[in-house]
Structure formats: C-alpha cells, structure tokens
C-alpha cells in the first residue's frame, strides 16, 4: 500500500522561504514521475513542479525561477523548496507520484495514482 506524507507548510511573510517534504512508503522514487500541486480556495487544483525518473523537472510559468523541486532517491523523499513566496502561492499544496510518460506541468492531476493528504501554505503581504 501507497502511503505518503507530507510536511514543511505553514506561514510565512512575503519574501520568505519554505521548504515541503513528501515521504513515501510501498513505493519507489527512483523510477516515478512526481509533481507538487496546489489548490486554492475556488480555484482548481494546478501543477506546480514535477520531476522525472531522469532528473528532469518542469515547472509553472508562476513560481518559475523561486520554486526548486528535487528528490531523495534513497530516502524516498521527494522537495519542494519554494523561495520568494507571494500572497498568491497561498494555498494547500499535494504531493503527487506514480504520473504520465509525459512528465511535466501540463499533466493533469487526474493523471497520478497517488496522493498525499496536503499540507497549507499561508503566505501574509
């Protein structure tokens, strides 16, 4: 059975930094697909990173350049360090894994297999 949890939300002034952990049990980091998404209140569910088996990661047009994903293969932990946060990166961020050949950002969440519970992130101007 698939478990995964995540850690790291919480709030944090305009400007400042966060880093999101996702750690895995029954499955294997090495060879997935893995992305972070977020939802806001309202809003739909959005790709925000996603990393490859290869190393390869894409990332929204949004937190290009202040958001770094990354994984610990060996530890099965998957990152989202997210750096010059803004009002509007304020919402529950999930860890996705097991995704589509096609890993990158497009991919819909409807296109992972499993899920993490999320966790809030609450970023005050």
């Known amino acids: 059975q698939v478990q995964l949890v995540e850690s790291g939300g919480g709030s944090v002034q305009a400007g400042g930094s966060l880093r999101l952990s996702c750690a895995a049990s029954?499955?294997?980091?090495?060879?997935?697909?893995m992305g972070w998404f977020r939802q806001a209140p309202g809003k739909a569910r959005e790709g925000v990173a996603t990393i490859a088996s290869d190393g390869s990661t894409s990332y929204s047009d949004s937190v290009k350049g202040r958001f770094t994903i990354s994984k610990d293969n060996a530890k099965n932990i998957l990152y989202l360090q997210m750096d010059s946060l803004k009002p509007e990166d304020t919402a529950m961020y999930y860890c996705?894994?097991?995704?589509?050949?096609?890993?990158?950002?497009?991919?819909?969440?409807?296109?992972?297999?499993?899920w993490g519970q999320g966790t809030q992130v609450t970023v005050s101007s």
């Open positions: 996705a894994v097991d995704g589509p050949r096609a890993c990158t950002v497009a991919a819909t969440w409807d296109k992972y297999n499993y």
């Open positions: 029954g499955f294997t980091y090495s060879r997935a697909c």
